[in-house]
């Protein structure tokens, strides 16, 4: 069974640079033709995919986060990072990761999220 968890601070503060972490177990990030997404949720709105990498460790960025986005891995520990720089009270969301399987399954797995206050 996969599963995928989330692991980062709650609150950061303006203009700081938000980090968080996805573990994986029971798949590796390199497997064939899937991607690791990280999408996010600000409260009272709907989903907004923030970036992805895949199993070759390309990434892929929403246009309007792209300046300030850096999706990484660590293959060593089964791992996938997002990074996203200079925030704003704009960034507080619920952030998820998410295994894309290929074939056109679609988002097949998510980690529970975990939620990011941008506040002084």
């Known amino acids: 069974q996969v599963q995928l968890r989330e692991s980062g601070p709650g609150l950061v503060k303006p203009s700081q640079t938000l980090s968080l972490t996805c573990t994986v177990a029971?798949?590796?990030?390199?497997?064939?033709?899937?991607?690791w997404i990280w999408v996010r949720q600000p409260p009272g709105k709907g989903l907004e995919w923030v970036g992805s990498?895949?199993?070759?460790?390309?990434?892929y960025y929403s246009p309007s986060l792209m300046s300030r986005t850096s999706i990484f891995r660590d293959t060593s520990k089964n791992q996938f990072s997002l990074q996203l720089s200079s925030v704003t009270p704009e960034d507080t969301a619920v952030y998820y990761c998410?295994?894309?399987?290929?074939?056109?399954?679609?988002?097949?797995?998510w980690g529970q999220g975990t939620g990011v206050t941008v506040s002084s």
């Open positions: 998410v295994r894309d399987a290929p074939d056109y399954r679609g988002f097949d797995t």
């Open positions: 990498i895949t199993y070759s460790g390309r990434t």
């Open positions: 029971g798949d590796s990030i390199t497997t064939d033709y899937y991607f």
